[in-house]
T-cell receptor, first 110, second 109 residues
Framework: KNEVEQSPQNLTAQEGEFITINCSYS?????LHWLQQHPGGGIVSLFM???GKKKHGRLIATINIQEKHSSLHITASHPRDSAVYIC????????????FGGGTRLMVKP | NAGVTQTPKFRILKIGQSMTLQCTQDMNHNYMYWYRQDPGMGLKLIYYSVGAGITDKGEVPNGYNVSRSTTEDFPLRLELAAPSQTSVYFC????????FGSGTRLTVV
């Protein structure tokens, strides 16, 4: 079993829909990151969370430390949101290294 | 601030050739990393560094070398390129938050 599990692996939505991507982890963490990667593109850090909720524009990220679960929500989705979304956790190791989930490939159709 | 700068963006190498992928950050981050990403796959850690003069192997270090003579620079060296090293390479730095470079797409033919 992977330490970081994301669901769904693939997601297709219509423009305007509310989208939720889930991340569960099995290890103790000091922080959780949500990353975005557009096709053929670089990797952008969307959020870093250690508790509660953060919002940036149409993106909302939440984390429940007790349940070891985080969600990324996209409101009023748009085709430009089409990308791979990656959950990654920071476990407090000496190298400050991330453990990555397998990613969720999102396609938003107009 | 430029963040994390990687060069080159694209490169084609012949089998057996050598090259260095450059990575520079201007955020004074202690931690730096090299990842590779194969098509349709996740990121795999090649090498990392917790500060100048200190480097350590990640998950897939074979065929690569690194150095960290300054806080800013973390070059990745391929000595004898092999087709299995065809991949997209990402450099990242961290001091709490993570910042990724834009990637280097390497093809070995």
């Amino acid at each position: 079993k992977n330490e970081v599990e994301q669901s769904p692996q693939n997601l297709t939505a219509q423009e305007g829909e509310f989208i939720t991507i889930n991340c569960s982890y099995s290890v103790g963490i000091s922080a959780l990151h949500w990353l975005q990667q557009h096709p053929g593109g670089g990797i952008v850090s969307l959020f870093m969370l250690s508790s509660g909720k953060k919002k940036h524009g149409r993106l909302i990220a939440t984390i429940n430390i007790q349940e070891k679960h985080s969600s990324l929500h996209i409101t009023a989705s748009h085709p430009r949101d089409s990308a791979v979304y990656i959950c990654a956790v920071l476990g407090g190791n000496a190298g400050n290294m991330l453990t990555f989930g397998g990613g969720t490939r999102l396609m938003v159709k107009p | 601030n430029a963040g994390v700068t990687q060069t080159p963006k694209f490169r084609i190498l012949k089998i057996g050739q050598s090259m260095t992928l450059q990575c520079t950050q201007d955020m004074n981050h202690n931690y730096m990393y090299w990842y590779r990403q194969d098509p349709g796959m996740g990121l795999k850690l090649i090498y990392y560094s917790v500060g100048a003069g200190i480097t350590d192997k990640g998950e897939v270090p074979n065929g690569y070398n690194v150095s960290r003579s300054t806080t800013e620079d973390f070059p990745l060296r391929l000595e004898l390129a092999a087709p299995s090293q065809t991949s997209v390479y990402f450099c990242a730095s961290s001091q709490g938050g993570y910042t990724f470079g834009s990637g280097t797409r390497l093809t070995v033919v």
